[in-house]
């Protein structure tokens, strides 16, 4: 992650008016409300404020993102970046993001068959990634990550050494899982102390700052 001050540009960034969309298909933008795309539908950028974003099956669309607000995005949907300040992003199964997805206090779930092109980054919130392909890498501050069974991230893993604010609120350590069969190209680099749990059948790139604690089970053991 670039840096923690990623919660005020980004919020800044989508308060804006957004461009143009790569395609002929219409924008939809709003200040208050939220956005909904039926199954099938085509649209280009989908931009609120306050209000969420809710994507159907097999939807094109271009990038969608929100201040106050969640996205959920169907099955077989092909888009563009996902982004939102405040809310969760939960992408369904045989998704194509061409591009990031990216949170500051909210949680990211990418279900099986998803595709990132580039990166997922949050601040505050947990990863999940069950069989997906992430072309970039993952940066977070203080959320839990699992990368799940069968997922590719093909650009290592940083965790940034948080703020004071974060250490006096006295939060836990984050736990870190690379599950059965899953694997992180590049580096895994934390600046702060988490919990790292590798299963035997995965592969990770070097580590930096963590002990790698292996397990065999489907699933990490309890905490």
Do not use: C
Not at 132 to 137: I, L, R, S, Y
Not at 190 to 201: D, G, I
Request: hydrophobic share 35%; net charge neutral; glycine share 14%.
């Amino acid at each position: 992650m670039r840096n923690v001050s990623i919660m005020f540009t980004l919020a800044a960034a989508l308060a804006l008016p957004m461009g143009a969309a790569a395609s002929n298909d219409p924008d939809i933008s709003k200040v208050n409300g939220s956005i909904t795309v039926e199954d099938g539908g085509r649209q280009g950028e989908l931009n609120t404020v306050n209000g969420s974003i809710r994507i159907g099956n097999n939807a094109r669309v271009g990038e969608a993102s929100t201040v106050n607000g969640s996205v959920h995005v169907g099955d077989s949907v092909q888009t563009g970046n996902l982004g939102t300040v405040n809310g969760s992003v939960r992408v369904g199964r045989n998704v194509t993001v061409n591009g990031d997805i990216e949170t500051v206090n909210g949680s990211i779930f990418v279900d099986r068959g998803g595709n990132v092109r580039k990166n997922i980054s949050t601040v505050n919130g947990g990863i999940g990634l069950v069989d997906t392909d992430v072309a970039g890498g993952i940066e977070t501050v203080s959320g839990d990550t699992t990368v799940g069974i069968g997922s590719h991230v093909r650009g290592g893993i940083h965790y940034e050494k948080p703020g004071k604010i974060w250490f006096s609120t006295k939060q836990r350590d984050p736990r870190v899982v690379i599950g059965p069969n899953a694997r992180v190209d590049g580096s895994l680099v934390f600046e702060r102390k988490v919990e790292l749990l590798v299963h035997r059948s995965a592969v990770i790139g070097p580590v930096t700052g963590a002990t790698a604690v292996h397990f065999d089970t489907p699933t990490p053991p309890a905490r």
